[in-house]
């Protein structure tokens, strides 16, 4: 029995028993697409396209208000330091006003008090206080 099918595949006889070589063409089906199915596609497509743009406009936001903490941190850094630096000025120019420092500092220049002026003032005070 072996063969048998053995021969006959060899021979030829079953070697075209499907007809591979031969075209086939069909006749193409056009079916109407319905204006139904078209307005459910258009409607799906206006509906993903506002989802994704709901999407990306929800993370740019989002981002925004994370750069947005980043710079009033880095703001209220500045802030504390400028606060700290106006605070070493003003006591720069307090000690700096100072009388005893004005004084001080005359003096080193060489500019004391005019002597014949502290007299007048003295003398001045002192008649004042006798007249009383």
Same mark, same amino acid.
């Given at each position: 029995?072996?063969?048998?099918?053995? #021969?006959?595949?060899?021979?030829?006889?079953?070697?075209?028993?499907?007809?591979?070589?031969?075209?086939?063409?069909?006749?193409?089906?056009?079916?109407?697409?319905?204006?139904?199915?078209?307005?459910?596609?258009?409607?799906?497509?206006?509906?993903?396209?506002?989802?994704?743009?709901?999407?990306?406009? /929800?993370?740019?936001?989002?981002?925004?208000?994370?750069?947005?903490?980043?710079? #009033?941190?880095?703001?209220?850094?500045?802030?504390?330091?400028?606060?700290?630096?106006?605070?070493?000025?003003?006591?720069?120019?307090?000690?700096?006003? /100072?009388?005893?420092?004005?004084?001080?500092?005359?003096?080193?220049?060489?500019?004391?008090?005019?002597?014949?002026?502290?007299?007048?003032?003295?003398?001045?005070?002192?008649?004042?206080?006798?007249?009383?």
């Amino acid at each position: 029995m072996l063969r048998r099918a053995k #021969s006959r595949l060899q021979g030829g006889l079953m070697t075209n028993r499907f007809f591979p070589e031969k075209q086939i063409t069909n006749v193409p089906v056009a079916r109407p697409v319905s204006s139904r199915v078209m307005g459910w596609l258009a409607a799906i497509g206006v509906a993903g396209a506002l989802l994704s743009c709901g999407f990306v406009i /929800s993370a740019r936001q989002h981002f925004e208000a994370v750069s947005v903490g980043y710079q #009033s941190e880095e703001l209220r850094r500045q802030s504390g330091q400028l606060e700290e630096r106006l605070r070493q000025l003003e006591l720069d120019y307090a000690r700096a006003s /100072s009388p005893v420092e004005i004084e001080r500092r005359a003096q080193k220049l060489g500019l004391g008090p005019d002597k014949k002026a502290t007299d007048k003032l003295a003398n001045g005070n002192a008649n004042r206080k006798d007249k009383r």
